[in-house]
């Protein structure tokens, strides 16, 4: 799971769902989605597949077709302005992508096959991909463009979305950040155990921000002390990861829950430093308590 590349050349249906998926805080794994799709190796997935897949998820792969471009770019537009992300079969209708955020002209993209998997591409650049020219044996100049997109609606209300930006595409596209991506559903898995979506009517909330303005050095210093082979650098790189995951679908702490949150991050860093670099017997001799 998480963002990483397709391992092949016929998944891409089922990584761009699932991308989708994951935007809305819905966990899915992409060889499930090719199971519930039935997707091959030798056909790929098509839109009836992938709407078959989605609905196992409680959400629609709906249909949206226009023959223009300036349609088709206010049409997408609309759609992800309101949330919803929008696969995209480009290159003539034979790989899928995830559209998940417009700003400022510039659409931010989850593509499985690119390596850092999310990219930012300008709208010359997506219109370009995006455009089919049907195939009659005429002349392709004369004939009909179509830009077609699915929108994927969840049936019932979602607990939480992910608020992409440019920005946030950068910083996910270092190198130094990739290991960030490929475990993004872990974090956000833990995350929403600590946590809870920010929503109009919430009052009395921290942002992870906050919560590791008051705690931050408290843990870090902590977990230096008492498992020593870990760098301190290496601790907060975590927390930044579990700060940038939670800005990016908007948890919060709420303040009677702040001392669970501070016992749930410790016990986080202990398991990671942990399985990052092992530990010897606790409260232990010779094998016995």
Known sequence: MGLYPQPNQWQCGPFALKHALVTLGIFANENEISKFAGATWWEGTDEIQLSRAARRFNCDLQMVRRFDARSAKRELRAHLKRGIPCLLCIYEWSHWITVVKEAK????????????????????????RWVYHPHNGEDVSLAQMIYDFHPVAPRI???????????????????????LSRLWDEYLGDLLDICRPRTPLSTNVITMGEFFRRHGSMLVEEIGFWHRTIGRQRARRILRHFHFIADTYGL??????????????????????????????????????
């Open 252 to 289: 919060v702490i709420h303040e009677e829950d702040e001392k669970r949150a501070v016992a749930g991050i410790s016990m986080l860093l202990a398991l990671w430093a942990a399985s990052a670099c092992g530990v010897g017997d606790v409260y232990k001799v010779n094998g016995k308590e």
């Open 105 to 128: 002209g510039k659409f931010i993209v989850l593509d499985s096959k690119d390596d850092a998997v999310i990219t930012i591409v300008d709208w010359a650049e997506l219109e370009s």
């Open 157 to 179: 209300r979602v607990q939480t979305k992910a608020h992409f930006s440019p920005s946030r595409a950068r910083f996910l596209r270092r190198p130094e950040n990739r290991l």
